[in-house]
C-alpha cells in the first residue's frame, strides 16, 4: 500500500537536537537525505561545510558540495545508497576563514529493495504533485515523488528477519515511524531502533 508521508526533514531534525557531530564518525545509515550538524564556533558568521565520496584518495579539491550555511545543521539530499562520504566544516568570519573540524566518515548502507525500485516509476504528475513522499509498507521503504528511495526500515534485529511484511508504515509527528508486522504494531526511530510495542 502507498500512503503519502511528510518531510524527513521532521525526522532528521528530531533525532539530531542533542548531538554535536551528526552522523556519528564512521556510521552506517538507511537514508540518503542526511543532516549534518556540527561543532558551533565561536564568533563565526557563518559555516562552509564541504563533501566528498570516499575513494580512498580524501582531496577536498574538487568537493562533491560545498555549502554555506548560517547555522550549525545543514540537510544533504541526493546522496546514494551503496556510498560512502567524507565531510568537514569550519566557521567563517568577516575576512577570514576557520580552521577545519573533521574528517568525518559516513555510509550508507545499499538495500536490494531500494535498488530494485528505482527503474519503477512509471508516471510523475509535477503540476499536481511537486512535493512530498510515499511510504512503501511492503517494500519498507520511503521514495520521494521522482522515485528515488530516501530511507529504507534497517533489518537490526531479529524481528525484521521475520517472514511477515510491514503493513500501515507511517511517519509520526514526532519523527518517528509505527508499522504493523504480523499480528503487532511497533514504533521505531530513523534508525530502526525499535522504542515501542503495541500490545498483542
Not at 38 to 63: N, R
Not at 105 to 125: P, W
Request: aromatic share 10%; hydrophobic share 35%.
Amino acid at each position: 500500500m502507498i500512503r503519502k508521508a511528510t518531510a524527513l526533514l521532521l525526522l532528521f531534525g528530531i533525532y539530531t537536537l542533542k548531538a554535536q557531530i551528526i552522523p556519528a564518525d564512521g556510521s552506517k545509515l538507511n537514508y540518503t537525505q542526511v543532516m549534518l550538524e556540527y561543532d558551533k564556533v565561536p564568533d563565526a558568521t557563518a559555516y562552509l561545510i564541504q563533501m566528498i565520496e570516499d575513494d580512498g584518495i580524501m582531496s577536498f579539491d574538487k568537493p562533491k558540495m560545498e555549502i554555506s550555511d548560517n547555522s550549525t545543521a545543514t540537510l544533504v539530499s541526493n546522496l546514494e545508497f551503496g556510498k560512502k562520504y567524507i565531510w568537514r566544516s569550519c566557521g567563517l568570519y568577516k575576512k577570514k576563514q576557520g580552521e577545519w573540524n573533521g574528517p568525518y566518515h559516513f555510509e550508507i548502507v545499499n538495500n536490494d529493495a531500494a535498488e530494485r525500485l528505482s527503474s519503477v516509476l512509471m508516471k510523475n504528475d509535477t503540476a499536481q504533485c511537486a512535493d512530498g513522499l510515499l511510504t512503501l509498507d511492503h517494500s519498507r521503504l520511503i521514495v520521494d515523488r521522482s522515485g528515488e528511495p530516501v530511507w529504507y526500515l534497517p533489518p537490526t534485529n531479529d524481528l525484521f528477519s521475520k517472514p511477515h511484511t510491514s503493513d500501515d508504515l507511517r511517519i509520526t509527528d514526532a519523527g518517528t515511524l509505527t508499522f504493523k508486522m504480523g499480528s503487532s504494531v511497533f514504533e521505531c526511530n530513523l534508525n530502526g531502533d525499535i522504542l515501542w510495542t503495541g500490545p498483542r
